[in-house]
């Protein structure tokens, strides 16, 4: 009786396995070689075939060559355009959805190699994705589609940002001297700066090679800030060890102190890179930026005597709570209150 209960469930069962053996349809049209061109429903790809429907469900798909076909072209499937118009927005929280239900939709076509397939849904999806969690500060969990990002079909104008997101899978995993090597790499090097010697160009002033666009300026200028700030907490981890009476140590503490005093300026300058080189056109970067130079500034042993760094500070603060109102944590509020002027010339 089980078993005969059991057979009645059976052709259910298979037919909810066989629909999840595909990617969600897609209208394509194809354009043979031989002219005779035709509409179909996509379900998915390999380096050789394209597997076409004529039913919307994408059942009975059948394989066709890409050697038989002069090019491919596609329909857009309204999640699609939903999750994208999300992206336009900047409404990064429903686009992160959006992209991940996307990516189990259409993996079916993410894989395949053939150039006629570059930039499918599919693998625009994984991308989309890894930029939504980037953008939202979920780096950690951009360690899964970072190593999917890196094998599907993508084109030339991705590929600067992908190589990027190694270092924010860097910062994800606090890998803060990889992240520097790294950083190092977008830099123009000394000998190919005309006249350059140790005291032309600061090492916080070294200039980034002309190919990065603003957006990935701006994003390395934050990781090689917060990269260098890390590795200056590992100096003054190291300093705060040695005894500050100690004639053994005076010349380790003077070089320490200067190494650090040279990482924190470098990382402060960066952090404000970070946040103006791009207009602030990303705001998560833009907000954490500002934030990281709130807390680094407040650090600095002057500070408290410093009236021009206590207006810097107020004046990040400033822009900050103008660009999110009230997100300005209660350890940095005290920062909003404008700084009184000294009387004398000292600051």
């Not at 209960?5 to 999840?20: H, S, T, W």
């Not at 038989?68 to 959805?97: C, F, I, N």
């Not at 980034?208 to 990935?216: A, C, E, I, K």
């Not at 705001?283 to 410093?306: D, T, V």
Request: charged residues 25%.
């Amino acid at each position: 009786m089980k078993t005969f209960k059991l057979m009645r469930y059976l052709p259910v069962i298979c037919i909810v396995l066989c629909g999840q053996a595909f990617a969600k349809p897609i209208s394509i049209t194809i354009a043979r070689s031989d002219g005779n061109d035709f509409p179909g429903f996509a379900t998915k790809a390999d380096d050789r075939n394209i597997y076409i429907s004529q039913f919307e469900d994408g059942s009975a798909a059948a394989g066709y060559a890409f050697s038989s076909m002069k090019g491919v072209s596609w329909g857009q499937p309204d999640d699609w355009k939903k999750a994208k118009e999300h992206w336009d927005r900047r409404d990064y929280t429903q686009a992160t959805l959006a992209f991940k239900q996307a990516i189990e939709d259409y993996k079916g076509f993410a894989g395949s190699k053939h150039p006629m397939m570059q930039d499918n849904i599919g693998a625009q999806a994984v991308f989309y994705y890894m930029e939504c969690l980037r953008r939202t500060g979920k780096f950690a969990d951009m360690m899964e589609p970072y190593v999917k990002v890196q094998k599907v079909n993508l084109g030339k104008k991705w590929k600067d940002q992908i190589k990027l997101f190694q270092g924010w899978e860097h910062l994800a995993k606090g890998r803060w001297r990889p992240l520097s090597f790294m950083m190092e790499t977008y830099e123009v090097k000394k000998s190919q700066i005309p006249g350059i010697d140790d005291y032309t160009v600061a090492p916080n002033e070294m200039p980034l090679v002309d190919s990065l666009n603003f957006q990935h300026m701006a994003q390395v200028a934050y990781l090689r800030a917060i990269s260098t700030e890390k590795m200056s907490e590992e100096l003054a981890g190291k300093l705060a060890e040695l005894d500050p009476e100690a004639e053994t140590s005076r010349e380790e503490r003077i070089t320490l102190n200067r190494d650090i005093g040279l990482m924190r300026s470098k990382a402060l300058t960066d952090y404000s890179r970070a946040y103006t080189i791009n207009y602030g056109a990303e705001r998560g970067l833009a907000l954490r930026s500002m934030l990281a130079s709130l807390k680094l500034i407040e650090k600095m042993p002057q500070f408290k005597e410093s009236y021009t760094m206590q207006k810097e500070a107020y004046g990040i603060a400033s822009l900050f709570n103008v660009l999110n109102p009230g997100g300005l944590p209660t350890s940095l509020k005290h920062l909003l209150t404008k700084p009184v002027e000294p009387d004398s010339d000292e600051s």
